[in-house]
């Protein structure tokens, strides 16, 4: 009986998290990355993370050094562009597989090619740290994305995390933002205003994008469950809601890249 009654509560057990995980799967990518960052404390071994934005030092922070192409991976001759990286040993199958899920479906629609390292000086280092986070561009030699692996592993947070590998920072943080939506800055948690900061990003001739995976939802870093952000001129504009990227985001990544 009491052999009946463990398996029962296992049973239990497992049924509530399938259905706390299909819970998740429907949530934005900005919701997610909330939920996996907002109480994270990071180690002195991790770099500067500021949201989920990974620094080398806080001098960084005013500054998009991804206006050069000095942060970009290299074109090849074959006109691919080849990222090497490497996923670490404590991911289960099942977590390596959503991993390796976001990196191919780079492959499907631009000239990325996420490839396992063999011996390249620079790549990226996939593993499971304090929360979700990495660097803007590439770094050289060895360089950390954060995909925890207590909320960090979805589609589209894999998406969001390379986009930034690959260059690219946060929508509401494009130099044109202030056309597109208005920061409600009275509303922002105290210590959060920095989310905000606007970049010198190149937008590459595409359109301030309300359903890119880096733009974040309405009550991002609220201090007082008010938005913190409103589209203009329509401030009915649903945003903040993708799943996976944008038709933009892709746009944007092939011209980058010259794919």
């Given amino acids: ?7 029962f509560v296992l049973l ?21 990355l909330w939920r996996a960052n907002k ?36 074109k090849s001759a074959d006109g691919r562009v080849y990222v090497p990286y490497v996923i ?30 063999n011996n390249q000086r620079d790549f990226l280092s996939l ?35 390379l986009l930034h590998a690959l260059g690219f920072n946060h ?9 597109h939506i208005r920061i409600l800055w009275e509303n922002i948690g105290t210590g959060w205003a920095y989310a905000f900061d606007k970049m010198n990003t190149l937008n590459l001739n595409t359109p301030y994008d309300y359903n890119s995976v880096m733009q974040y939802h309405r009550y991002a ?7 913190t952000m409103v589209p203009i001129p329509d401030a009915n504009v649903v945003f903040g809601t993708a799943d996976q ?7 944007r990544l092939n011209r980058l890249y010259q794919c």
């Fill in 88 to 117: 670490a040993a404590h991911y289960s199958s099942r977590e390596r597989s959503i991993i390796e899920r976001g990196l191919l479906s780079f492959h499907d629609v631009s000239c990325i090619r996420f490839v396992q390292r």
């Fill in 127 to 161: 593993q499971s740290n304090n929360g979700c986070y990495s660097y803007v561009g590439r770094r050289g030699y060895s360089q950390t994305v954060s995909l925890d692996r207590q909320g960090c592993l979805y589609h589209s947070t894999v998406q969001h995390e």
């Fill in 171 to 179: 929508e509401q943080c494009r130099s044109d933002r202030d056309q």
């Fill in 221 to 227: 870093f609220s201090g007082n469950n008010k938005p």
């Fill in 1 to 7: 009986m009491a052999s009946l009654r463990s398996t």
């Fill in 39 to 74: 109480d994270v404390v990071h180690t002195e071994e991790e770099p500067l993370v500021v949201d989920d934005i990974a620094y080398d030092s806080e001098s960084e922070r005013n500054a998009d050094l991804c206006t050069s192409s000095g942060c970009m991976w290299p």
């Fill in 245 to 251: 990227m944008s038709k933009n985001d892709i746009s």
């Fill in 12 to 32: 239990v057990l497992l049924a509530i998290s399938s259905r706390s995980r299909a819970g998740e799967q429907g949530l934005s990518v900005s919701e997610l």
